[in-house]
């Protein structure tokens, strides 16, 4: 089949991979002038447990953030009314008599994109800078009563994650504080953290060397359908292919929009900021998870990244002074001497984060003939995509996928 796929971060360079090794004639059209130059840029780096990922799924997480706003996305300037109105529905979602199921149904996603990311590793020989092992310091132990919905989905999946004591965590990082009020940690030792961008390029290489042909530059400004096809900006005629695949973020909602499609996805913009390795001892060994201040801490080869914040408006203009002091504080207060903060070569990076209100990506047809979406994958974009893109493959060659995909229809909206 001739397959277009409009998108190139990580989670459409790992389907123009999957759908290349099948043996589809794949072309990939991305308005930026590289793969992975949006969400995947900046991302935390967790993979592993994905529901544990900081803003990944609504109603897990502090009633308040540490900075007093309220336990959903900020409503920056220019978020308006449509922002309050999203906000009220990730807000909602989490209370829904539905919403233990859509968990159970993430947590077999993430888990089987974990085994899947792995397994193209492996193939591929590649290094991408992956720490194993996570940690969720806890400050108080009724902290822990916080992210139960996840835990016991987590727990009655099978995943392992034990309950340690405040020595025990710093047996496990010894570059935490001693300083730092610790009750005690969750240890999830098959959690995992690893470099998104990087593997997101040896994707898009990998694809390349099957055959899939990368076009940059290339805004998609028109789905059509029966027959598949797409406008790119610039072109006088659209191109025809057999199935269209939409990976992109935030213009999937416009492009959706002409076919009498509605996805409600709002871009979560959060930060990251990344430091070079000061004291290797004093540095995370894997990657921890701050559930009061909703933010990760992992490293990453020679780099220590923290990750945080998610506020709903407009994207320009200053930065959020109070989130970054944030995460500042956390990463000197847990690992003091861990990264060089004041390093000229820091990075602070902000990025939109393509969510839907229940935290769920849509992952399926799409509704007229030929096209398909894999996209609103929030926060968990790194954790779910070559679990996403292996199943999608699979619906396309009409296989059955390996994991359960049902709960990731575009008609639950």
């Known amino acids: 089949m001739q397959i277009a796929i409009v998108g190139a971060g990580i ?42 990922v900081p803003w990944a799924v609504p109603g897990i997480g502090p009633q308040r953030c540490a900075w007093g706003g309220p336990a959903a996305p900020r409503l920056a300037r220019g978020s308006g009314a449509a922002g309050l109105a999203w906000r009220w529905r990730w807000t909602q979602a989490g209370r829904r008599p539905e919403a233990p199921a859509l968990l159970a149904a993430l947590e077999g996603l993430g888990r089987y994109s974990l085994a899947r990311t792995r397994a193209l590793v492996q193939q591929l020989e590649v290094d991408i800078e992956s720490s194993r092992g996570a940690l969720v310091l806890l400050r108080r132990p009724e ?8 835990l016991q989905t987590l727990r009655d999946a099978g995943t392992a994650v034990r309950d340690v004591d405040a020595d025990t965590a710093r047996l496990i990082e010894p570059g935490l504080s001693a300083d730092a009020p610790l009750a005690g940690a969750l240890h999830a030792p098959d959690g995992e953290a690893g470099n998104c961008r990087l593997f997101a390029q040896i994707l898009r290489q990998a694809a390349q060397d099957l055959g899939a042909r990368f076009i940059f530059g290339a805004r998609v400004q028109a789905l059509g ?18 199935a269209v695949v939409l990976c992109t973020g935030l213009a999937s909602t416009a492009l959706l ?30 990657v921890v998870i701050d559930p009061l201040h909703r933010l990760s801490i992992a490293r990453q080869g020679q780099r220590v990244r923290v990750s945080g914040g998610a506020e709903l408006g407009h994207a320009g203009g200053a930065h959020h002074a109070p989130t970054l002091q ?8 847990w690992f003091p001497g861990g990264a060089l903060t004041s390093s000229p070569q820091v990075q602070v990076w902000r990025g939109a984060r393509p969510t839907l209100p229940d935290g769920a990506p849509v992952i399926g047809a799409g509704g007229p003939r030929g096209l398909w979406i894999n996209a609103g994958h929030g926060a968990c974009g790194w954790a779910q995509a070559c679990g996403s893109a292996r199943a999608l493959a699979d619906l396309i060659a009409g296989r059955a996928p390996d994991v359960d995909l049902q709960p990731f229809g575009i008609q639950r909206f």
Do not use: C, K, W
Not at 266 to 280: F, K, N, Q, T, W
């Open 11 to 52: 989670v459409g360079a790992a389907t123009a991979y999957e759908l290349a090794a099948d043996g589809h004639e794949v072309t990939v059209f991305e308005q930026r002038g590289a793969a992975a130059e949006e969400a995947s840029f900046g991302s935390a780096g967790l993979l592993a447990p994905a529901l544990l």
């Open 257 to 286: 929009r002409p076919l009498g499609l509605r996805l409600p996805m709002a871009a979560v913009h959060g930060y990251s900021i990344s430091a070079p390795l000061r004291e290797d001892t004093h540095a995370p060994q894997g």
């Open 326 to 333: 944030t995460m500042y504080l956390a990463l000197s207060g």
């Open 225 to 242: 359908g029966n027959p598949a096809g797409l406008q790119v900006a610039g072109e006088d005629a659209p191109r025809r292919a057999d």
């Open 143 to 150: 902290d822990v009563e916080q992210l139960q919905p996840a």
